[in-house]
Every structure is written in C-alpha cells, then in structure tokens.
Nanobody, 125 residues
Framework: QVQLVESGGGLVQAGGSLRLSCAAS????????MGWFRQAPGKEREFVAA????????YYGDAMTGRFTISRDNAQSTVHLQMNSLKPEDTAVYYC??????????????????WGQGTQVTVSS
C-alpha cells in the first residue's frame, strides 16, 4: 500500500506561483509513475501532469503546458508541481496519484492505483 500526502496548496493572486509537493510512503517510489490531477467544484477530475518513474518523460494537460512543471526526487520519494502564471480557472483541489511502472505513464485518472487526499489551490482575480 502506498500513501500519498500533498502539501503546498493555498491562496494566491492571479499571476502568482505555487509549488505543490507530494510525499509517498513507500520504499519503492522509483517503481511508480506519478501524476497530478485537479477537480474544481461541479467539474470532472482533470489531468494536470504526469512523470515517468525515472523522471525522463513528462506530460501536461493542454491548459497547463508552459506554466506548470512536474518533477520528482526519487531519493526523497517526492513529486513536485511548480505552478506559475496562475489563473482563477486553476482554482481546484489538486490530487497526487501513483501507478505502478509496468502500467506505464498515463493521463487517465482511472488507471492510477493510489491517490492522495488533495490540497486546495485558490487563485484570486
């Protein structure tokens, strides 16, 4: 079982930045592909970014490309999401997720096996 704990959410003005972190409680973090998703009130969960187990491959949702950067530190069992140029429409609960390496890197929420509890990001206009 893998437990994921997100941190770093908060309130920021439009144009500002936040850095989210996700700490994984597992000794086999390097065997996991990681992803970030978000869900705004009344909307479906949306893919934000994903990173392969080695960090060599990354993917981003269309609305995030160029503004968000996903990275990971396998020695610290953490994954980060650097969010710049934030917009009010980025307001959502952000979730960290993990999927076993053999299943590959994916943008589909249903394929992820482990989820964190989420951290709220609010961007004011």
């Amino acid at each position: 079982q893998v437990q994921l704990v997100e941190s770093g959410g908060g309130l920021v003005q439009a144009g500002g930045s936040l850095r989210l972190s996700c700490a994984a409680s597992t000794r086999t973090f390097s065997s996991l592909n990681m992803g970030w998703f978000r869900q705004a009130p009344g909307k479906e969960r949306e893919f934000v970014a994903a990173i392969s187990w080695s960090g060599g491959n990354t993917y981003y949702g269309d609305a995030m490309t160029g503004r968000f950067t996903i990275s990971r530190d396998n020695a610290q069992s953490t994954v980060h999401l650097q969010m710049n140029s934030l917009k009010p429409e980025d307001t959502a609960v952000y979730y960290c997720a993990a999927v076993s390496r053999p299943k590959g890197i994916t943008i589909e929420a249903w394929e992820y096996e482990y989820w964190g509890q989420g951290t709220q990001v609010t961007v004011s206009s």
